[in-house]
């Protein structure tokens, strides 16, 4: 009777362990697209995230950017855009997260940029 308990409990706390690992938050990082240039930002995240917007440095608010049809978010600017860039964006998980700096000023296509937040 003990090793059918002794079963049951193992088989509790694998079943445990699978939830959660499967549950762990992944760190969001932002890669910038092609044809990113001084009046055009593109943001990829590396997590599917919606309603994206970015904050210009010196800005007050924030200005939504567009999605694109393969998981991009564009900004174009009629005037040169000025880092360095916040997000503010909605997470499955519900309400919305702010990454302040997340794209600095000096920002080139291709290059990935790391956050310390995970969601």
């Given at each position: 009777?003990?090793?059918?308990?002794?079963s049951i409990l193992l088989a509790a706390a694998a079943l445990a362990a699978l939830v959660f690992v499967g549950s762990c938050l992944s760190a969001l990082s932002f890669k910038t697209g092609p044809?990113?240039?001084?009046?055009?930002?593109?943001?990829?995240?590396s997590i599917a995230i919606s309603e994206v917007e970015v904050k210009e440095k010196g800005a007050d608010d924030f200005s939504e950017l567009k999605e694109g049809p393969?998981?991009?978010?564009?900004?174009?600017?009629?005037?040169a855009l000025k880092g360095p860039f916040?997000?503010?964006?909605?997470?499955?998980?519900?309400?919305?997260?702010?990454v302040d700096d997340a794209i600095p000023a000096s920002f080139k296509s291709g290059s990935v940029y790391k956050t310390s937040l995970r969601v």
């Open positions: 009777m003990a090793s059918r308990s002794s044809g990113c240039s001084a009046t055009k930002l593109v943001l990829i995240p393969t998981g991009t978010w564009t900004l174009e600017g009629k005037a916040s997000i503010r964006f909605a997470a499955k998980s519900g309400g919305y997260r702010v």
